[in-house]
Every structure is written in structure tokens, then in C-alpha cells.
């Protein structure tokens, strides 16, 4: 059975640092998005991506943050200069084309840890 | 902004109970998503509710949805352990079908 997959599982940084999320959404999926969920809490909306465009961003997605799909298979969510508030599971979530039945499939997260 | 609330975010109940979790959202949607989630894991789907009257049933757990209340319900049969786990019901909305999720219940299951 296709699934979104994920990497890596568990990165660490320090703050300051840049990240890069990499996510493999399932291949004949077209809209794409990035969550988050600090630890304890409830799972943030942060952007969606469409035919290779940022679709809709939330106020948690600042300059600080980019995504891509670079290459037609990955989807990748990059952090300029994390902070310690940055630290959560990032998960990423593809769907079909819209207008149908559009289940959105989540990957098993990377949880970032900055110290 | 759409707003999803849930309750109760506790529940510890004992085995062989019966008990209902309430997922109240504030616009018109036509989806909603009810995930489980186990300690330091990913979302696993456990229900897709698209339209008014729905409701569907997986072993112990049934979730219903009444789009005109605004409200789901995820109803647990008879509990056991291994339902112990968060529950986090989800709405879509908007033009990109982005989630709105709800705080969560942490379900504790006593023997």
C-alpha cells in the first residue's frame, strides 16, 4: 500500500542552524502539506503546496520557513535559523487532485529537537 | 476561522464502559477526520465522515457526524486497554482542504 514517508525520523540542531524536513508524498498525489505539533499539543496546520506553488501558508509559517519539491518526488520543508520554540514533530501530509474524495495521508513524522 | 473544540481532553475510564467523545467545529464543513495517536507516533486514521448522517464503525469505536449541529461524536463500546491512546478529531476546510484539528482526548483505559 503507497504511504507518505519521511526523513529523517529524529533530527537534533542547534539553534541558529538550519534544517531541511524531507518528505515523499504518494506518487499520483498533487496537493501537499506541511503540520507541526509541538510536544503536548494539538497538530498546526503550517502550508499547503499545489502545482508547484504555495496554496495557502498559517501565521506560524514565517520568512523563516520554505518548502519544495525539488525534484517531482520530494517535498522538503526548510528552516533557516531554527529556534528553540521550533522543536516538534513536523509531519507532512499528501492528496489526490481536488474536487474528489481527498483523503489526506499523513507520514510518520521527524521530530526536531533544537537545542 | 473555522475552530474545532473537543471534549473532554481526559478521559480515564475503566474496561467494559461505555463513553462518547464530542467534536464541536464552527463553520460548514463537509469532512471530518477522526485520528488515533499512540505516545511519540504518527496519525493513524480511524474514520473519513463526509456527509450529514454518517456514521461508521470499526470494532469498538463508531463515529457519527451531524453537519447541520456542526458536531461528531466518537463513541467507545465496551473499552479495553489497547484503546488507550490521543484522539484527535479534524476538519477540513477552505479552498486547499487544509485540516483544522481539535486539542486532542487522552483516553486512558484502566483494567
Known amino acids: 500500500e503507497p504511504e507518505v514517508t519521511q526523513t529523517p525520523s529524529h533530527q537534533v540542531t542547534q539553534m541558529g542552524q538550519e534544517v531541511i524536513l524531507r518528505c515523499v508524498p504518494i506518487s499520483n498525489h498533487l496537493y501537499f502539506y506541511w503540520y507541526r505539533q509541538i510536544l503536548g499539543q494539538k497538530v498546526e496546520f503550517l502550508v499547503s503546496f499545489y502545482n508547484n506553488e504555495i496554496s495557502e501558508k498559517s501565521e506560524i509559517f514565517d520568512d523563516q520557513f520554505s518548502v519544495e519539491r525539488p525534484d517531482g518526488s520530494n517535498f522538503t520543508l526548510k528552516i533557516r535559523s531554527t529556534k528553540l520554540e521550533d522543536s516538534a514533530m513536523y509531519f507532512c501530509a499528501s492528496s489526490e487532485a481536488p474536487g474528489v474524495y481527498n483523503e489526506q495521508f499523513f507520514g510518520p513524522g521527524t521530530r526536531l529537537t533544537v537545542l | 476561522e473555522l475552530k474545532v473544540e473537543q471534549n473532554p481532553l481526559f478521559l480515564s475510564m475503566q474496561e467494559g464502559k461505555n463513553y462518547t467523545i464530542y467534536c464541536n467545529y464552527s463553520t460548514t464543513s463537509d469532512r471530518l477526520y477522526w485520528y488515533r495517536q499512540d505516545p511519540g507516533k504518527s496519525l493513524e486514521s480511524l474514520f473519513v465522515?463526509?456527509?450529514?448522517?454518517a456514521v461508521k464503525q470499526e470494532g469498538r469505536l463508531m463515529a457519527s457526524l451531524d453537519t447541520k449541529a456542526r458536531l461528531s461524536t466518537l463513541h467507545i463500546t465496551a473499552a479495553v486497554h489497547d484503546l488507550s491512546a490521543t484522539y484527535f478529531c479534524a476538519v477540513e476546510g477552505g479552498s486547499n482542504y487544509k485540516l483544522t484539528f481539535g486539542k486532542g482526548t487522552l483516553l486512558t483505559v484502566n483494567p
Open positions: 465522515l463526509l456527509s450529514n448522517g
